[in-house]
């Protein structure tokens, strides 16, 4: 009998599959429905920081970022109230999916400052949130403002809720920082239960008729988790926090190369709004045909037998890969 049980920050979960926030899990019916094709876990659509901060009375006036945001979260506002429920809803929703289903549930809050967040986050808590996960979306812009400084407004965010919060926090990171495996590790010891591998980052495009910057929001193609898989890879059994994977999660193999390379959970939405809910029961079984075929009997078997402390060639990790990878396209294809 093939074992898909993991844990993910202490929750006990049926298998390694997840929705990621999206709106895929933004009523109690679409959750019930993804529960009922086999999804171990959900993670709700993000709630704004913007969105609290419109209806905070108090806007914390210690964070001058917090400021700038309220004055552009007028304008967003009206694109935001259609995205979510807004925060009253948000919490009705935490209420009717905990009522509704048996999976864990998993709030998510986007922001980049703490105003607000931590009386939320508690709220969310109260609400039967399982978990919560955190989407520190910040583009840093300002020429003068520099990398540690950014990392460090980072972990003083996960510091305060974890002193706030009982229940776990993931932490959904960008890929932009210049030393990943170092801010990892502060991450993890601010108090982070789980590092979510890797946000996705919507770049708008230029519309050189009209000459507009158009916002413009591409699903994913699977070769976007070769990236996941390295750092997966990399900075497992160097952290206490669990990983998950999300960003390119479409098939069976992309869940088992995640837990392969060291997550806990991968996690999907693409495949799922591209494919259907009904995608869950193929991923599924393939899980379960792959582990028989390669006799393998439980998921936590395999987790992290291809990170990079587990394999005969570390160095297929580092700069090394790079300069193989190089010579051998120049080898294969003579340039014509
Ligand atoms: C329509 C849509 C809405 C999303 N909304 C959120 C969100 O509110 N918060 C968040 O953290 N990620 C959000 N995401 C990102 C997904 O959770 C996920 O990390 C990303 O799509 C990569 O995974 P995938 O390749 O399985 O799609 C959204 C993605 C899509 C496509």
Redesign the pocket.
Known sequence: MIDLSTTYMGLQLKNPVVA?????CDSVEKICLLEDHGIAAV??????EEQLILESESVDSDLSRGADAFVESSTFFPELAD??LGPEGYLELIRGAKKSVSIPVIA?L?GVTSGGWVRYAREMEQAGADAI?L?I?SLVTDPSRTAAEVEKDYCALVRKLRENLRIPIAV?LSHFFSAIANFASHIDTSGANAL?L???F?QPDLDINQMEVVPS?T????S??LLRLHWAAVIYGHISADIAV?????RAEDVLKSVMAGAHVA???????QNGVAHLDTVLSGIVQWMEEHEYQSINQMRGSMSQRNVPDPATYERANYMRVISSYALRSPIR
């Open positions: 990621s926030s999206s709106p895929l993670v709700l659509p993000s709630l704004f995205y979510n998510s986007n996960e989407n979306y959904k979510v890797f946000n996705r919507y929001l699903l994913s193609h699977p976007e988790l999300t960003g390119g999660v479409h996690m999907m939405t693409s495949a799922l709004l």
